[in-house]
């Protein structure tokens, strides 16, 4: 069993940046890749990064690929997710998971989700 919980997000003007954390419970999170996902309103929820459970390999959704960072600090068993040059199409409930397979995209290979935390970018 993994218990994951969000923080970081907030209102941030366009242009800008936050990091968003995700913490875990357990002795086992540095056996889990971990992934980002994030949901805007009324529309499905998408992958956004992932990483695998050592830290070597990343992977990212298109849309975020250069201005967004996943990374992870197995000791303190938390995964990070940093956002700079945010745009207005980012704001949205941004959901931590963890999941056994290597590194997924695939929202349904999560098995282990957070509640999210809000991300909101201004004009």
């Known amino acids: 069993q993994v218990q994951l919980v969000e923080s970081g997000g907030g209102l941030v003007q366009a242009g800008g940046s936050l990091r968003l954390s995700c913490a875990a419970s357990g002795r086992t999170f540095s056996s889990y890749a971990m992934g980002w996902f994030r949901q805007a309103p009324g529309k499905e929820r998408e992958f956004v990064a992932a990483?695998?459970?050592?830290?070597?390999?990343?992977y990212y959704a298109d849309s975020v690929k250069g201005r967004f960072t996943i990374s992870r600090d197995n000791a303190k068993n938390t995964v990070y997710l940093q956002m700079s040059s945010l745009k207005p199409e980012d704001t949205a409930v941004y959901f931590c998971?963890?999941?056994?397979?290597?590194?997924?995209?695939?929202?349904?290979?999560?098995?282990?989700w957070g509640q999210g935390t809000q991300v909101t970018v201004s004009s």
């Open positions: 998971a963890a999941t056994a397979i290597y590194i997924s995209a695939r929202r349904s290979d999560y098995r282990y």
């Open positions: 990483i695998s459970w050592s830290g070597g390999s990343t």
